[in-house]
């Protein structure tokens, strides 16, 4: 991870880089993919400011502590983002893991249908579901269907405009089922 340090009005060691450093790979392990990552530190009258600002590709966090003391205020702001990253990181999940839960929002029809009189074993449905079909990407749908333990997931692909199933395979790797035009 790269952070970009910007100090005004303030010398600063390789010691206090350092322990921004450590500090902030913790808040790393909550987001994949930050694009950038900002520590600026200021000097106005006895306090030190520490501003840090994460962006990525989806959020943006940002945090500020002042102090008497350079290291303090650093390690605080990083502390109040690490908060805030816990934060984001469980509102994302809960958001994916209740906005589109197949499971809670099948409507189901558990009625036989009638028998149909045919030649032999013929396998006939016994059961009904409507499930609501969400646009999501390829990858955003295989995300879900890890998290969850059913065996497929329909949705509307955002990048084809279509309907596809994603499902688990025996080997407990993903198949992706596209129609045909």
Not at 43 to 60: M, N, P, T
Not at 84 to 109: F, M, N, W
Not at 137 to 149: G, K, T
Not at 171 to 179: E, F, K, V
């Amino acid at each position: 991870m790269k952070v970009e340090y910007i100090a005004r009005k303030v010398n600063l060691s390789a010691g206090v880089r350092n322990i921004a450093e450590k500090k902030l790979a913790r808040v790393e392990k909550y987001f994949n993919e930050i694009i950038d990552l900002r520590l600026e530190m200021s000097q106005e009258r006895h306090l030190y400011v520490a501003d840090i600002l994460l962006k990525g590709k989806d959020f943006s966090l940002k945090s500020t502590s002042s102090n008497k003391d350079l290291t303090t205020a650093i390690q605080d702001a990083i502390d109040k983002l690490e908060m805030q990253a816990r934060k984001a990181k469980t509102r994302l999940k809960d958001h994916k893991r209740h906005g589109s839960d197949i499971r809670g929002s099948v409507v189901r029809d558990d009625e036989i249908l009638e028998p149909v009189e045919t030649g032999g074993d013929t396998p006939r449905i016994v059961e009904t579901s409507f499930i609501p079909v969400k646009p999501m990407s390829v990858d955003e749908a295989a995300m879900q269907l890890e998290e969850r333990d059913d065996r497929f997931l329909v949705f509307h692909n955002a990048v084809s405009d279509r309907v596809n199933v994603v499902y688990r395979r025996a080997d407990n790797n993903l198949g992706l089922i596209t129609p045909e035009a």
